[in-house]
Every structure is written in C-alpha cells, then in structure tokens.
C-alpha cells in the first residue's frame, strides 16, 4: 500500500508485482517531464521521459502516462524486483528540453522479496 | 553516452571555512550547468542555473554571495560554499545540460560541516 512518511510517501510492492508511482505536476506550461531512480547516496538516474504531444510512452519493463487535464504523470514498473527499490522522482520542464528541471516530492518504493 | 564527474564525493568541514565542489563534463561540452540541493528525505531543490561565461542565476532564497557559482569552460562548473555552517550541511548535486544529451546527474556530494 501506500502511506505518507516524514516527507517522502512510501510505496511497498512484492517482487514480481506491478508498481505504479503518481506524480502531481504544477506547471501546466510544462512540455517535457522525465521519471527519475535516485538510490541513496547517488545521483538521480534517467528512466523514461515523455513530450507533451504524447500521452503514454513504454520502455523496458517500464510505462510513463500522461494525463495533461489533470496534471498526472504516472510511472509504471512491471514484474518489479528487488533492484528497484528507490526513491523515484518525476521532472518537470518547458521548452522541450531547454528549461530548468523541476522536481517532484518523490515517491520511495520498497519492494519485499 | 554523456557523463559528469562530481568531485568529492562527500566532504567534513568545520564551521566557518569554505568548500568547492566540482563537476565536469566528460564527453561533451555542457552549455548549461544546474546546481540542485537535497536535504535527507526530500526532493532535489533547485539551487541556480549557469550557462558557461555568464554569471549564475540563482533561485528565490539560494544566497548568491554563499553559494558562489563559476562556469569558466564548457567543461567544468564549480560551486563553492562559503563559510559552511551546519545548516548548509546537505546533499549537492550537479547536472549538465548540451543539446540532445537532455540532463546528465552528477553523482552528488554529501557536505557535511561540524
């Protein structure tokens, strides 16, 4: 399920299971919008990212939806696995990928073997 | 593909003095140079944005005269905190920015200041 930490809501999955992650953005200007994996002590690292022009995006074992009438960004993880556990961050920007990135509060996953 | 080099990796340092962090570009020339801050379970916060041999733009509430910012070459920024309190202890985090490349992380440096 998911609960609210300190700061950072918690996302807890078994292995194997589906993992889908929620992002509110805020800027409806916004164009381009990028999932990042942040492992503790290290910096961000590139998922997926998806424009404005598209509303779904599909890479390996992993799914971003975009639903620009509501300001949702959505990350989905499939047959998620140990490896995956993270803190996992969406981005936002305007200006294709030109402005400055903005990021989200974050989501941490924690998946139980 | 591209990669930035963030040095050090973590750094003590006591109240009062000053410490630079570096990042450099590896294998492309970085126009733009983002400088992000991270408190322990929080988000990366935007701290300035500079473009190389111009001067910095710095966020709302990020002091530009603490948190000096060089961007000298197309390879290298630097950030410098200047006379470090405990409060500046945190997570910093460079990114770079060239063309197609997107956005590219710097490892991230954890200052610590006693």
């Known amino acids: 399920g998911e609960s609210v930490g300190l700061h950072l809501p918690t996302l807890s999955v078994q292995e194997g299971d589906n993992s889908i992650i929620n992002c509110a953005y805020s800027n409806s200007a916004s164009d381009y919008f990028i999932w990042y994996k942040q492992e503790s002590g290290k910096g961000p690292q590139f998922i997926i990212d998806?424009?404005?022009?598209?509303d779904k995006r599909q890479g390996q074992r992993v799914t971003v939806l975009l639903n620009k009438t509501v300001k949702h960004l959505s990350l989905q993880i499939a047959a998620t696995q140990p490896g995956d556990s993270a803190v996992y961050f969406c981005a936002e920007t305007y200006g294709g990928s030109q402005g400055n990135l903005i990021f989200g509060k974050g989501t941490k996953l924690s998946v139980k073997p | 593909g591209a990669v930035v080099s963030q040095h050090p990796s973590w750094v003590i340092c006591k109240s009062g003095t000053s410490v630079k962090i570096e990042c450099r570009s590896l294998d492309f020339q970085a126009t733009t140079m983002f400088w992000y801050r991270q408190f322990p379970k929080q988000s990366l916060m935007l701290m300035a944005t500079s473009n190389e041999g111009s001067k910095a733009t710095y966020e709302q509430g990020v002091e530009k005269d603490k948190f000096l910012i060089n961007h000298a070459s197309l390879t290298l920024s630097t950030l410098t905190v200047t006379s470090a309190h405990p409060e500046d202890s945190s997570f910093y985090i460079c990114s770079a920015r060239a063309g197609d490349y997107g956005y590219t992380f710097g490892s991230g440096t954890r200052l610590t200041v006693v």
């Open positions: 998806i424009r404005s022009n598209m």
